[in-house]
């Protein structure tokens, strides 16, 4: 019998309808708002253009407010006070954090820094011909426009500077061009028989002592004590982490919208997940209208995204991109995809991971909140 070719399977008379929008330009924000608002939409059931809007407006917002000192602060005002914290206490805890300061904080200066930010390698989008982002490639125009702006060597600010009066030996020496390629070390040959087995532990044991206790403030619960505590300490962090923000700085502003960025990175990095732009978002929402501790600009906010974007998805993605490829999508070095992320893990006190029920909480009322102050207030958000 002769063998029958393998064909094709035709495609179905009518196609079934994707899971959701397939473009940005689908989803209507109001529409989204009362879903998310009524509770018909929750992170279960959002798509990634819906995770890709969601964090574009939260950014775009934060900064237009802002560039508005007053409406910032009232805005802030009012999310603080959900909190169950009000105007007086707050001045009350700052005014103490300030007199424990290690040294003077400069409150006279605006709140919109971007006028003079500190010199730092601005980013380059590189052309991307293949999906292997191996080769190097023929300048873009978008790469000289960066190349016309690149830091001058030895300008560049340096996170660990601090650290190396502790430790002689600098850790960014350990640091190799591709973290993720581990190569071992075969010259002692098998080490089987080298190993021991290790001994047997009692599974009653284990259970005795084993602590079944109730946590008290389990991380799937919208612990609301937990960020009040954070607010009130965080203007001592944020004298403390004013070095920890001159890398995320660029010199100029990318040709590039934020919406366009993250579009960018959804094409290049598909299996970046829906929870992990979520995850940015209250992260990036917490940081710098809760906490107050990042002045959020056009000038960083392209790097913010880059640290919390990659900080998420590896402490919540089973499969995640090599650090070469992921530092080809979004147009940093690899030295500097590494100070990023070591810098945004110490701002968020390495507290990336949030519940469920604390995103929800945030796409149906902090997220909501700040699309509805910001239209109210007629800011131009264009």
């Known amino acids: 019998m002769a063998d029958e070719p393998i064909t094709e399977p035709s495609p179905p008379q009518n196609p079934v309808e994707a899971d959701g929008p397939t473009d940005v330009s689908q989803i209507s924000l109001p529409d989204l708002l009362n879903d998310l608002s009524s509770g018909a939409k929750d992170i279960n059931q959002i798509n990634i253009y819906h995770a890709i809007i969601i964090l574009s407006h939260t950014l775009h917002y934060i900064i237009k407010l802002r560039e508005h000192p007053d409406l910032y602060l009232q805005f802030r005002l009012q999310q603080l006070k959900k909190l169950g914290i009000d105007e007086d206490e707050l001045k009350i805890i700052e005014t103490k954090n300030q007199k424990q300061a290690p040294f003077k904080i400069d409150t006279s200066s605006p709140i919109d820094r971007s006028s003079t930010p500190p010199l730092s390698p601005p980013l380059k989008f590189a052309k991307l011909n293949n999906r292997s982002f191996e080769d190097d490639r023929d300048s873009t125009e978008d790469e000289k426009f960066f190349d016309d702006n690149t830091t001058p060597k030895g300008s560049e600010s340096d996170l660990t500077k601090h650290l190396d009066e502790d430790n002689p030996q600098n850790y960014e020496s350990f640091y190799a061009d591709n973290i993720d390629d581990i190569t071992y070390n075969l010259d002692h040959g098998d080490d089987e028989d080298r190993i021991q087995l290790a001994s047997y532990i009692p599974v009653q044991s284990l259970v005795e002592e084993t602590d079944l206790d109730v946590v008290p403030s389990p991380i799937t619960d919208i612990n609301l004590e937990n960020i009040k505590s954070q607010v009130l300490n965080s203007s001592r962090k944020r004298s403390q982490n004013q070095h ?139």
């Open 244 to 382: 920890l923000l001159k890398i995320f700085n660029l010199v100029k502003v990318p040709p590039l919208s934020i919406e366009q960025f993250l579009l960018r990175i959804k094409q290049y990095s598909p299996s970046i997940s829906v929870s992990s732009y979520i995850h940015s978002a209250f992260v990036m929402f917490k940081l710098t209208v809760l906490l107050d501790l990042v002045p959020l600009t056009m000038h960083n906010v392209y790097r913010f995204i880059v640290a919390s974007i990659r900080c998420a998805t590896k402490n919540i993605e089973d499969i995640y991109q090599k650090q070469k490829v992921f530092a080809t999508v979004v147009g940093v070095s690899l030295k500097d995809l590494f100070r990023l992320e070591v810098g945004f893990l110490y701002l968020c006190d390495f507290k990336v991971i949030i519940g469920e029920l604390m995103l929800n909480n945030f796409l149906s009322h902090e997220f909501y909140d700040l699309c509805e102050f910001t239209q109210q207030a007629n800011i131009d958000t264009t």
